[in-house]
């Protein structure tokens, strides 16, 4: 059977210009990666990072003449302006680039040997950051199960982000199945035999994740966008074989890949140093998930008392306030998920964060101020049974007796429902 080598025949002008736009954009793209999986080479991304950090601002403000700075790095948004500046410039720098490179390099005709090197970047960079998201969600971190705060926020007061983060965080079993998704596809680019099926993988998979982005305003639209072309580029040469077979029905032949010129030591050495890299990034992704979800995902600690509790009767320096939904000073609902702190819900529905410890010996809750750390409160609890509580104790310098009493989680529709196979109705609530 003959086998196609796209490595012999001489490239277009098209395919020159192309070939060079992208080096140079993945390049300043995706660097310094692999640097920071590197020990001791952190500091070098630190550097690489900081000019960045001066280059992007003044570019915003002497030649885009913004109307503000750029002052924000990081926030957890990847839609940032910095992100659009940046993606501005190193789009222009590609361009810039790629054009002179090819008007001053006429005689050179391909650049099979860089192109196969480049091919393997972008692979094992998309690959490790399939890792890295999917990881989270196999573990169910990045879209976790709905808080105790979210199961009384009303579905009108959420923020499309918030309602794509509740619609994925319900499932667990969901939230597994995307995730190993984009760890199958990831795992599929570190080898090169695989890297086809798993560039499909991953296309399929980051499409769905950007358009989620998109339309429900989760702000990583540029950068769901840039894996989805990282994909698309590392699954362009075999084009025309998948339309051949796929879409016209017709026979295609094997594509030979780009084999490296290296002796039989050296071979050994990269499949090791390979390994190494594989296991180290696999193998981190996998511990670190499982230790945050024991820190802050869904297997946390728990505060000695937990759940929703609704204040039956709120006394005040001596006085017992009435439930006045116009009323900021009584309690509405005392909201304990975690050790580290507590929300009050106030009737007019307003939302008090305390940073909060607690003492099972002495049964005694500490409540600290936002701002210093300071204590500012400091409660007795007592629970005359399952579901009652009781409140003792000062909150700005104020006396109150708090009577609560918990409310079952299993009140809540969305809690309560579970699977089923034989529905004779459908329940759409």
């Not at 196609?4 to 140079?24: A, G």
């Not at 970047?121 to 990881?135: A, E, H, N, S, W």
């Not at 667990?172 to 099926?197: D, K, N, Q, W, Y």
Request: aromatic share 14%.
């Amino acid at each position: 059977m003959q086998v196609e080598s796209p490595y012999q025949k001489p490239w277009t002008i098209r395919q020159l210009l192309w070939f060079r736009f992208f080096l140079v954009f993945f390049s300043l793209y995706i660097f310094p990666f692999p640097l920071g999986h590197v020990p001791g080479l952190h500091i070098l991304t630190q550097w690489y990072t900081r000019i960045w950090h001066a280059v992007v601002p003044w570019v915003g403000a002497q030649v885009l003449k913004l109307d503000e700075p750029i002052t924000i790095f990081f926030s957890g948004s990847g839609d940032k302006t910095y992100d659009y500046v940046f993606l501005l410039i190193a789009f222009t720098c590609s361009l810039v680039a790629a054009t002179l490179w090819t008007l001053l390099a006429r005689q050179r005709r391909s650049h099979n040997h860089l192109l196969e090197v480049l091919r393997i970047y972008v692979r094992y960079y998309l690959g490790v950051m399939m890792l890295m998201y999917g990881m989270s969600k196999v573990f169910h971190l990045q879209m976790p199960s709905p808080s105790l705060l979210q199961l009384l926020q009303p579905l009108g007061d959420k923020s499309p982000m918030g309602l794509a983060w509740t619609y994925v965080g319900y499932s667990p079993a969901f939230s597994m199945f995307a995730g190993l998704s984009e760890v199958i596809g990831g795992m599929l680019l570190f080898f090169r035999r695989t890297t086809l099926l798993g560039a499909l993988l991953v296309a399929i998979v980051m499409v769905n994740v950007m358009v989620m982005n998109f339309t429900f305003d989760i702000p990583v639209k540029l950068y769901a966008t840039l894996l989805v072309l990282m994909a698309v580029f590392l699954i362009a040469p075999d084009t025309k074989r998948l339309l051949q077979v796929v879409l016209w029905n017709e026979a295609t032949q094997p594509r030979r890949p780009y084999v490296f010129k290296l002796s039989r030591r050296w071979r050994i050495v990269a499949l090791i140093v390979k390994i190494i890299f594989v296991g180290v990034i696999f193998g981190g992704d996998a511990y670190s998930s499982w230790r945050a979800v024991h820190t802050y995902g869904d297997r946390r600690p728990k505060p000695p008392l937990y759940g929703i509790f609704d204040v039956d009767r709120f006394v005040l320096r001596g006085d017992t306030l009435p439930p006045l939904t116009t009323d900021t000073k009584r309690w509405k609902q005392l909201i304990l998920q975690s050790p580290d702190y507590v929300h009050v819900k106030l009737m007019n529905d307003s939302l008090v964060y305390y940073p909060s410890s607690w003492d099972e010996a002495t049964h005694r809750l500490s409540i600290k101020g936002t701002q210093n750390g300071e204590t500012v409160g400091m409660f007795t609890y007592k629970q005359s049974d399952t579901s009652e509580l009781q409140l003792d104790g000062v909150l700005h310098k104020e006396g109150m007796v708090i009577h609560l009493r918990e409310r079952d989680l299993q009140t809540f529709r969305l809690l309560n429902n579970r699977f089923r196979w034989i529905q004779e109705y459908p329940f759409n609530r």
